[in-house]
């Protein structure tokens, strides 16, 4: 696997235990590293640019998000949010 402007990443192979059809990915810990510093890099972005909102308009982006919240079933964009506003303190 490659990702852009980086090494490739080192994957292995994990047989699962009750069903040897399936085989699962996993990621090194030189990919989890490099995961980890993509991630942050993205949130001290997100929070960059949350913080040049007005108030009016993190309203309009909170709301977007719990709307984003509500047609997926899942917490997951709210959390997103979350922890880049949590970078920007």
């Known amino acids: 696997m490659h990702l ?3 090494e490739p ?4 192979r994990a047989l699962a235990q009750h069903d040897r059809r ?3 990915v996993v990621i090194t810990e030189a990919g989890r590293q490099l ?3 993509i991630t942050a890099r993205r949130r001290a972005w ?6 040049a909102l007005t108030p009016e308009q993190r309203a ?5 998000v ?7 079933g899942e917490r ?14």
Not at 9 to 12: A, F, H, R, Y
Not at 76 to 89: L, M, N, Y
């Open 4 to 6: 852009k402007n980086h």
């Open 9 to 12: 990443l080192d994957v292995g």
């Open 22 to 24: 399936r085989v699962g």
């Open 35 to 37: 995961l980890e510093s």
């Open 46 to 51: 997100m929070a960059e640019r949350l913080t």
């Open 60 to 64: 309009a982006v909170e709301a977007a």
């Open 66 to 72: 719990a709307a984003l919240d509500q047609i997926t």
């Open 76 to 89: 997951k964009v709210r959390r997103r949010v979350e922890a880049a506003e949590a970078g920007s303190d």
